[in-house]
């Protein structure tokens, strides 16, 4: 008598769920890295500093492939169980919001490069301050996501209630300046900036409750 069992049940499930996570944390290193790139090109003027994203960026497209193309495979084939199920799903979601955040990373890096030849703005302490909350948000958030870390979510999106409120004040700045002389191309650049900094919050917050799904199946 042959005993049946499913894949999501057997060792090579385990490995391949196990290699997706470390491929996930992979991706994250890479995403951390542009956006710290993009942070020095903007606000310390290492311009230099941009040209490294392009290729990095690449490396995290090829992650974002070629893990959800794993997860659509095992949930195809694996009939896995509901707690393997909610990681699979959290992982196809989670690489979106890490390969957006990638984009905009290096969004932020060729607004770097417009931004080099005009003076800095009187924003740019403000707005440097917003990068390093949503940086830190990042890093909170795949912190989470390698210890299992179900409760990080609430504390995150209290981060990202002080880059939201940062964006409205700054942007408020931005749109009623009445002594603009010469070209307007920064204060354009900049509020991009900050809708791309506030949008790159929102996905570390989504990864933190993605997260708790995982671990409890609740979102909240």
Known sequence: MTTSYSLSE??????????LEQDMLLMGALVEQSFRLAHRSLFQREIGMADEIPQIDRKIDSFYHQIELECAE?????SPVAQDLRRLSAFMQMVRDLERIGDYAKDLAQIS????????????????QMSHHARAMLESS??????????????????????DLAYDTIYQTLATQTN???????????????????????????????????????RN
């Open 10 to 19: 057997s060792r090579q499930f385990r490995y391949r769920s196990l290699r």
């Open 74 to 78: 095992l949930m195809a084939i694996a």
């Open 113 to 128: 490069l417009k931004l080099f030849p005009y003076s800095a703005h009187s924003c740019i302490p403000a707005i440097e």
């Open 142 to 163: 795949l912190a989470a996501l390698a210890n299992l870390d179900g409760k990080a979510g609430p504390t995150i999106h209290k981060l990202d209630d002080d880059v």
């Open 180 to 218: 603009i002389q010469g070209s307007i191309e920064p204060t354009i650049l900049l509020a991009l900036t900050i809708r791309h900094l506030e949008r790159m919050a929102d996905h570390a917050t989504n990864i933190a409750y993605r997260v708790t799904f995982i671990v409890t199946g609740s």
